[in-house]
């Protein structure tokens, strides 16, 4: 899991033991043996090769060719040699849709190069997270956060058990809406009990004895 730049979290079944992490750093030390950069001969030796397959180069003049193939050079100075070879070996002209007699652009190159190279950089980067990443550390509360908390806990507690419910008082002052029809009657005119209870359908409340 992400927990910013340069930083992240494996759940603890998700990390690798003392054998997987020890066969994680052989196999990221093979990576990185593998993409370390090529020398500038071993650039120039591959880039010399692949230029003089271009008919288009022999018109130029030895400091021509010389200028081209040095900044052949500049742009292959991050990658492996054998990852520059792969991209000479496997150009196709017709492909990026080229003059079959004219060579790439510096930067053309670079893009066939990088795409050879990719995958094994995803790998080591990823290989390299794993052995990083570190278990999820717990957030640890303040003293003052934590009574925050527990106060709030409490009257969550209190609420859901009803000692929050509206005062007695309150529910007393609602009118009883019986009471309110006597009081303004029907059309103006007042209702005694007897017409209330004729109106209601209802039998008239009886008057109790002494």
């Not at 009657?185 to 004895?209: E, F």
């Amino acid at each position: 899991m992400y927990r910013g730049p340069g930083r992240y979290e494996l759940p603890a079944a998700s990390r690798p033991d003392g054998a997987e992490r020890a066969a994680i750093r052989e196999r990221l030390r093979g990576l990185k043996r593998l993409l370390r950069p090529a020398t500038a001969v071993q650039i120039g030796d591959a880039i010399t090769a692949f230029l003089a397959g271009f008919t288009s180069m022999r018109r130029y003049s030895d400091d021509q060719a010389a200028l081209t193939a040095t900044e052949f050079c500049k742009k292959l100075q991050p990658y492996p040699a054998w990852a520059i070879q792969q991209a000479c070996d496997g150009w196709d002209p017709q492909a990026s849709g080229s003059d079959p007699r004219f060579p790439p652009t510096p930067a053309q190159l670079q893009i066939a190069v990088r795409a050879v190279v990719r995958p094994w950089q995803v790998e080591a980067g990823d290989l390299e997270t794993i052995l990083l990443a570190q278990a999820p550390q717990e957030h640890q509360l303040t003293p003052d956060q934590r009574a925050e908390l527990d106060a709030r806990l409490a009257d969550i507690v209190a609420r859901q058990k009803g000692q929050h419910r509206p005062a007695a008082g309150i529910e007393a002052a609602v009118p009883n809406p019986l009471e309110l029809l006597k009081a303004r009657g029907l059309g103006g005119v007042k209702l005694s009990d007897a017409a209330l209870a004729k109106a209601l359908r209802r039998a008239p409340p009886q008057a109790h004895s002494a």
